[in-house]
């Protein structure tokens, strides 16, 4: 690990203009009995229709906590392997409750049944602010800024907790998702060090999981009438180790495998799983943050869970330095990680811009 962190560059911060027709939430929109068409300023052509695979992998968690020598190393094979050629897995048996997990996304789903001017207390003023409701844009390569098909709420939840005050018991469902979510992320954190060859103890040390930084966020995406007209989250990365994804049994989730999009088709209380940049850059480009992205439907609205898990706010983070010396360079360069989410949470979505920067050129 190197000492200094290179700074990223400063963008442009996205801004809370409302669209000219739109005066609430994407919810109050797509309510609107006379909605037959999607405004203009929502507009983002794209073919939401993805593929189907058999072989998406699928991480058994309780194998990686079993006594049996065999069967963990087994698994921790596989989690590699998933890392390394998808960069997403479906994670079962992961020992949360699902009655914990189906309170959360029912809370989430209150929260955006509350008045508008009661979510609107947590309008984002700044991008550092610990907890955000909005509803997204993103910049095109012409400059023009098109809204996003969903409403969100964000909350800083660790190494500081924070949450809406409403609706009732919001905050303790979520604390306890977020910690319980925290340890499958430490012990899988655990065996991808292990599949890396690291000794004991290295990752944990190295990125200082004890404060590792957690995002809570809930997506509502309200039936679209024209779905390929429109995008609940264009194609990015995601900024941390790992994030986790649940939602309310509506697909919407696709990721990017050879140049295809998949569907990301789970079982029931299962929790889906994307590597992101802060892994790939750790890793030294071993495993891979996957390009990934929400589209919409005319059917049924949709509700994902998301809790991004990355390294502390203070951490460093470059290439292992044992990996390093085995592949003969750093193919990334240091940076500060909360400086790394600041950045990617204040612009527009837009792909790998952030996990581009942090590259180092060949010369």
């Given at each position: 690990?190197?000492?200094?962190?290179?700074?990223?560059?400063?963008?442009?911060?996205?801004?809370?203009?409302?669209?000219?027709?739109?005066?609430?939430?994407?919810?109050?929109?797509?309510?609107?009995?006379?909605?037959?068409?999607?405004?203009?300023?929502?507009?983002?052509?794209?073919?939401?229709?993805?593929?189907?695979?058999?072989?998406?992998?699928?991480?058994?968690?309780?194998?990686?906590?079993?006594?049996?020598?065999?069967?963990?190393?087994?698994?921790?094979?596989?989690?590699?392997?998933?890392?390394?050629?998808?960069?997403?897995?479906?994670?079962?048996?992961?020992?949360?409750?699902?009655?914990?997990?189906?309170?959360?996304?029912?809370?989430?789903?209150?929260?955006?049944?509350?008045?508008?001017?009661?979510?609107?207390?947590?309008?984002?003023?700044?991008?550092?602010?610990?907890?955000?409701?909005?509803?997204?844009?993103?910049?095109?390569?012409?400059?023009?800024?098109?809204?996003?098909?969903?409403?969100?709420?964000?909350?800083?939840?660790?190494?500081?907790?924070?949450?809406?005050?409403?609706?009732?018991?919001?905050?303790?469902?979520?604390?306890?998702?977020?910690?319980?979510?925290?340890?499958?992320?430490?012990?899988?954190?655990?065996?991808?060090?292990?599949?890396?060859?690291?000794?004991?103890?290295?990752?944990?040390?190295?990125?200082?999981?004890?404060?590792?930084?957690?995002?809570?966020?809930?997506?509502?995406?309200?039936?679209?009438?024209?779905?390929?007209q429109a995008i609940g989250l264009p194609p990015h990365?995601?900024?941390?180790?790992?994030?986790?994804?649940?939602?309310?049994?509506?697909?919407?989730?696709?990721?990017?495998?050879?140049?295809?999009?998949?569907?990301?088709?789970?079982?029931?209380?299962?929790?889906?799983?994307?590597?992101?940049?802060?892994?790939?850059?750790?890793?030294?480009?071993?495993?891979?943050?996957?390009?990934?992205?929400?589209?919409?439907?005319?059917?049924?609205?949709?509700?994902?869970?998301?809790?991004?898990?990355?390294?502390?706010?203070?951490?460093?983070?470059?290439?292992?330095?044992?990996?390093?010396?085995?592949?003969?360079?750093?193919?990334?360069?240091?940076?500060?990680?909360?400086?790394?989410?600041?950045?990617?949470?204040?612009?527009?979505?837009?792909?790998?811009?952030?996990?581009?920067?942090?590259?180092?050129?060949?010369?």
């Amino acid at each position: 690990m190197a000492a200094m962190a290179t700074d990223l560059p400063q963008q442009p911060v996205a801004t809370s203009v409302e669209p000219s027709n739109m005066n609430s939430g994407v919810k109050v929109l797509a309510e609107s009995t006379d909605l037959k068409s999607i405004p203009s300023e929502f507009s983002f052509v794209n073919e939401p229709t993805g593929s189907n695979s058999d072989s998406i992998p699928i991480i058994d968690f309780s194998l990686l906590t079993s006594g049996n020598p065999d069967q963990r190393s087994k698994v921790i094979q596989e989690l590699g392997k998933a890392c390394e050629e998808w960069g997403f897995f479906v994670l079962v048996n992961h020992g949360i409750q699902e009655t914990l997990m189906k309170a959360t996304i029912d809370r989430s789903l209150e929260f955006f049944d509350l008045p508008e001017e009661e979510k609107r207390k947590y309008e984002s003023k700044h991008v550092s602010d610990p907890i955000k409701y909005g509803r997204g844009s993103v910049i095109t390569t012409s400059d023009k800024k098109i809204f996003l098909w969903r409403d969100f709420i964000k909350s800083y939840v660790h190494p500081e907790f924070h949450c809406p005050d409403k609706p009732q018991n919001f905050r303790e469902i979520i604390f306890e998702y977020a910690e319980r979510s925290r340890f499958v992320a430490r012990t899988l954190l655990q065996g991808i060090s292990e599949n890396l060859g690291l000794e004991e103890g290295f990752i944990e040390e190295a990125l200082k999981l004890d404060s590792m930084f957690q995002l809570f966020a809930a997506n509502y995406y309200p039936p679209c009438p024209q779905p390929d007209q429109a995008i609940g989250l264009p194609p990015h990365t995601d900024h941390g180790l790992l994030t986790f994804l649940i939602h309310n049994e509506v697909a919407g989730l696709q990721i990017q495998h050879n140049g295809k999009w998949f569907n990301t088709n789970s079982p029931q209380n299962s929790i889906l799983v994307n590597t992101a940049d802060q892994l790939e850059i750790f890793s030294n480009g071993r495993y891979k943050s996957v390009k990934h992205r929400a589209v919409v439907n005319n059917q049924s609205t949709r509700i994902s869970v998301v809790i991004p898990n990355g390294p502390a706010p203070d951490a460093i983070v470059g290439p292992a330095s044992p990996l390093v010396q085995r592949d003969g360079r750093p193919l990334y360069r240091p940076l500060k990680y909360i400086d790394y989410v600041e950045t990617q949470l204040g612009n527009p979505v837009d792909g790998k811009v952030n996990l581009d920067y942090a590259k180092i050129q060949d010369n």
